[in-house]
């Protein structure tokens, strides 16, 4: 259907187009808002849980390097 839509020199009849039209009429989804609400508060989450995750390792290597640092250059923190 997608070359149909896609060509300018091609035409629709009235039977195809009311099939097309009926056809995505009876495919709509009703909204379901609790479903979306949902799937956004676990994607939220899972990005809040993945930064924290990025943040404590940013942490621990801050502190590596420090501890390194401190290491080579004989100073206590």
């Given at each position: 259907m997608a070359p149909i839509a896609l060509n300018p020199?091609?035409?629709l009849t009235d039977a195809l187009e009311r099939a097309?039209?009926?056809n995505s009429m009876n495919q709509q989804t009703v909204a379901r808002?609790?479903?979306a609400f949902k799937r956004v508060?676990?994607?939220a989450a899972r990005g809040f849980g993945a930064l924290v995750d990025y943040v404590g390792e940013v942490q621990e290597?801050?502190?590596k390097?420090?501890?390194k640092s401190?290491?080579?250059s004989g100073?206590?923190?």
């Open positions: 020199n091609s035409r097309i039209l009926e808002p609790f479903v508060t676990r994607a290597s801050m502190n390097a420090r501890a401190a290491h080579y100073s206590q923190w």
